[in-house]
């Protein structure tokens, strides 16, 4: 099977701007978390997708959102950029319970100027 | 919500030689624990989890413990290879109703010393 798979891998964006990013899951998981990572604050929890319904959502601002298509592929978008988005932004898909493995794609490194 | 500890955050050992890395947990309710393994440029890879019904699991030279009443887990690597340099991540899934994210330690960096 393919594991999970992001576009693009890195971007470079300015203050102010917006961004979209696309996480492609395993095939049959229908499950989607996002996740952030940075040296500062490690990895913390964005929000998660199942069936194209958010089921869960992290202590992120409103800046940050997301959607799930019909086949379980995934985009997050952060509006009004700020220097502290800089990141690696990270999704993981997995089966349909809560203990189920979430396995990660590589990660789409953002760099906001 | 749930919080996760992890110790220690960087850790050198000399090839061949063991390491433990260690991880508590705050949220009484977790009931699955997960490690990953992070290479330079990639995203966490699992290499092994364990659930609360179980105290300990191994595979191969990997092995994680459990302690529930305590509300730790370990990590405990054996004959380290250099490729074991990375850094390691501990997670738990917190309780609740639906579906939440996982709650991660702050990684330790394993440096195997050739």
């Known amino acids: 099977k393919a594991g999970v798979t992001q576009t693009p891998r890195y971007l470079i964006k300015t203050r102010g701007q917006q961004v979209t990013l696309s996480c492609s899951p395993i095939?049959?998981?229908?499950?989607v978390s996002w996740y952030q990572q940075t040296p500062g604050q490690g990895l913390q929890f964005l929000f998660e997708?199942?069936?194209?319904?958010?089921?869960n959502k992290g202590n992120f601002p409103g800046r940050f959102s997301g959607r799930q298509f019909s086949n379980s592929r995934s985009e997050m978008n952060v509006s009004t950029l700020e220097l502290g988005d800089s990141a690696l932004y990270l999704c993981?898909?997995?089966?349909?319970?809560?203990?189920?493995?979430?396995?990660f794609g590589p990660g789409t490194r953002l760099t906001v100027l | 919500g749930e919080n996760v500890e992890q110790h220690p955050s960087t850790l050198s050992v000399q090839e061949g030689d063991s390491a433990v890395i260690k991880c508590t947990y705050s949220?009484?309710?977790?009931?699955?624990f997960p490690w990953y393994k992070q290479e330079l440029g990639k995203g966490p890879q699992l290499i092994i989890d364990i659930r609360s019904n179980v105290g300990e699991k191994k595979d191969q030279r990997i092995a994680v413990t459990l302690n529930k009443t305590a509300k730790h887990f370990s990590l405990h690597i054996t004959e380290t290879q250099p490729e074991d340099s990375a850094v390691y991540f501990c997670?738990?899934?917190?309780?609740?109703?639906?579906?939440?994210?996982?709650?991660f330690g702050k990684g330790t960096h394993l440096i195997i010393q050739p």
């Open positions: 095939s049959g998981h229908r499950s």
């Open positions: 997670a738990a899934n917190p309780s609740g109703g639906g579906a939440d994210g996982l709650t």
């Open positions: 949220d009484s309710a977790s009931n699955y």
């Open positions: 993981a898909s997995r089966g349909e319970t809560r203990t189920d493995t979430q396995y």
């Open positions: 997708y199942f069936s194209e319904t958010q089921r």
